[in-house]
């Protein structure tokens, strides 16, 4: 039988404590996350990171250092005679971050530390007004009324038609043909909490009311035509606002050093468009009503702008 564990009694409290407790736990301290971060790394990936960390990779790691503490627990056995101590045991459990959460930060740390300082540089947006986006929708209207009446070039509604031309519609409409195409379509920086708005908002105005019937969209299906045809034109729009606005600043600003874009501006923001659809898709997701709300559960959310992380301690 194993000898039991020398015991030290605590001089300010008069309680005992176990030998083998200070060596546990710094064996578990030099595993934890939160040393990790001394080196600027992450605990899962080991991307190298640099300081100062953003806040909410902080608080990120704090959360996933207090989800997978090691939870102690001590019990005495006394002897009812004298009522002295006469044995230490010690159990350790220790949770293991599950997939989800390591997924969810290292989404997170490759958001703030790559993908926003690249946006920076390129200017895109990291703060945008979505409130507003349904007024600013309805105010193209009328020029959406020209591309649906076929009065104004669409360059993704002939993308549409020359697949359905070389494909056939069976194949045009598959499910491969249409994610080929899919890129194409994604409003830009906006990305899939715009992309939510701009469908929410276009069905209403052309769907629910019958204006965007079949024999306006052929080939196409009503549906088909708005995602893969309208949300992509009401995008460029959008992005060729943001950039006149931003044009008509500076000008105000420094006057005559400031010279008008050589090029269309709608050629302009298309390309931007096709360019931000990455940092958009990364930075503005959409975002589930209810993320972040789990029953019985200890839910943490670390928020990156507008996107949420879940950190929770009940994922498997």
């Known amino acids: 039988m194993p000898k039991p564990s020398k015991l030290r009694r605590n001089r300010s409290t008069g309680s005992f404590s176990s030998s083998v407790s200070y060596s546990i736990q710094k064996k578990a301290l030099s595993n934890s996350p939160v040393t990790q971060l001394k080196v600027l790394k992450c605990p899962y990936c080991h991307e190298p990171f640099e ?3 953003p806040e909410s990779v902080a608080d990120a790691l704090k959360i996933i250092e207090q989800n997978s503490r090691n939870l102690r627990k001590s019990k005495c056995l006394t002897d009812s005679s004298d009522n002295s101590t006469i044995q230490w045991t010690m159990t350790q459990k220790t949770r293991k971050p599950s997939t989800r959460e390591q997924y969810a930060f290292c989404r997170l740390h490759e958001i703030e530390l790559v993908i926003k300082p690249q946006g920076r540089k390129e200017n895109y947006p990291e ?10 929708i309805l105010d193209f209207k009328d020029e959406l009324d020209d591309v649906i009446f076929g009065t104004a070039q669409s360059s993704y509604r002939d993308t549409a038609l ?17 994610m080929a195409r899919f890129e194409a379509t994604l ?3 906006y990305g899939s909490r715009g992309s939510a708005i701009m469908l929410d ?10 204006h965007l019937t079949a024999e306006l969209t ?3 299906a009503p549906l088909e035509y708005l995602q893969q045809v309208l949300i992509p034109e009401t995008g460029f729009r959008l992005i060729r606002e943001d950039l006149w606005i931003a044009w008509q600043s500076q000008k105000k600003s420094f006057g005559k050093l400031v010279s008008k874009p050589k090029r269309n501006l709608s050629e302009i923001a298309k390309q931007r468009m096709e360019e931000s659809s990455n940092y958009g898709s990364m930075v503005h997701p959409f975002i589930e009503p209810n993320i972040g709300m789990s029953s019985g ?4 959310s670390i928020s990156s702008s507008n996107s949420v992380i879940v950190l929770s301690e009940s994922d498997d």
């Open 51 to 53: 300081s100062p960390l």
């Open 162 to 178: 020359k697949a359905y031309e070389d494909l056939g519609m069976n194949k045009a409409r598959s499910t491969m043909a249409v």
């Open 127 to 136: 703060n945008i007004n979505f409130d507003n986006l349904e007024q600013r």
């Open 201 to 210: 908002v276009l069905s209403r105005m052309y769907l629910h009311t019958g």
């Open 187 to 189: 409003p830009g920086y």
């Open 297 to 300: 559960s200890d839910v943490e």
């Open 218 to 220: 052929a080939p196409q």
